[in-house]
């Protein structure tokens, strides 16, 4: 049975490792910000750091999802406020919320995950006072924006340079939310 939810202190090693799994995707190139190489010479302290932040921060939260037990996909809310900077540095001009580091393990690719996970992420953002949640995709990587598209964020026509390429800017109202009364319980 599939559920969401947020990432513990303590699971810092699991953290860590399911990002190593990610980064050596065959599209990971184009969907991280990150390398393998630089994500492994990273210490234990970082990734309990990280985790940390993902476990306990008003301003952020790691997403897993979890089929048995086995963690199967992630993704990370990051709230945004307005006069910050996003992680591509375009000031924000209202309370919203970016999505990144999506993946879900190729097993799990199109049976739903990927939107129990962006759900989960979009009430959260919600939950912390955003009005809408946003996400870049690299202009290349089809796979990723389709089941986005089909989640409901659509094109800004915005197109921004990263250290990945040409990425694709996508967004949603927040209160589009509500999708999970459709579906049956995530457990």
Same mark, same amino acid.
């Given at each position: 049975?599939?559920?969401?939810? $947020?990432?513990?202190?303590?699971?810092?090693?699991?953290?860590?490792?399911?990002?190593?799994?990610?980064?050596?995707?065959?599209?990971?190139?184009?969907?991280?910000?990150?390398?393998?190489?630089?994500?492994?010479? $990273?210490?234990?302290?970082?990734? $309990?750091?990280?985790?940390?932040?993902?476990?306990?921060?008003?301003?952020?939260?790691?997403?897993?999802?979890?089929?048995?037990?086995?963690?199967?996909?992630?993704?990370?809310?990051?709230? $945004?406020?307005?006069?910050?900077?996003? #992680?591509?540095?375009?000031?924000?001009? #209202?309370? !919203?919320?970016?999505?990144?580091?999506?993946?879900?393990?190729?097993?799990?690719?199109?049976?739903?995950?990927?939107?129990?996970?962006?759900?989960?992420?979009?009430?959260?953002?919600?939950?912390?006072?955003?009005?809408?949640?946003?996400?870049?995709? #690299?202009?290349?990587? #089809?796979?990723?924006?389709?089941?986005?598209?089909?989640?409901?964020?659509?094109?800004?026509?915005?197109?921004?340079? !990263?250290?990945?390429?040409?990425?694709?800017?996508?967004?949603?109202?927040?209160?589009?939310?509500?999708?999970?009364?459709?579906?049956?319980?995530?457990?």
């Amino acid at each position: 049975m599939l559920s969401i939810r $947020r990432v513990r202190v303590d699971e810092w090693e699991a953290v860590r490792d399911l990002r190593l799994e990610s980064l050596s995707d065959p599209l990971a190139p184009i969907a991280f910000l990150d390398t393998r190489a630089s994500a492994e010479a $990273r210490s234990d302290d970082f990734w $309990r750091d990280r985790t940390a932040r993902a476990a306990e921060s008003d301003d952020g939260a790691q997403l897993v999802a979890e089929d048995d037990g086995e963690w199967v996909g992630s993704l990370t809310v990051l709230l $945004r406020r307005p006069g910050a900077t996003d #992680h591509l540095h375009r000031t924000v001009a #209202h309370p !919203s919320a970016d999505v990144v580091g999506v993946w879900v393990r190729p097993t799990h690719r199109g049976d739903g995950t990927i939107d129990a996970l962006l759900e989960a992420a979009v009430e959260w953002a919600v939950a912390h006072g955003a009005q809408t949640v946003s996400l870049d995709v #690299h202009v290349d990587n #089809h796979r990723a924006q389709g089941a986005y598209r089909r989640f409901g964020f659509r094109e800004t026509g915005e197109v921004t340079q !990263s250290v990945a390429g040409r990425e694709l800017r996508m967004t949603l109202q927040a209160e589009r939310s509500g999708r999970a009364a459709d579906r049956p319980s995530l457990g």
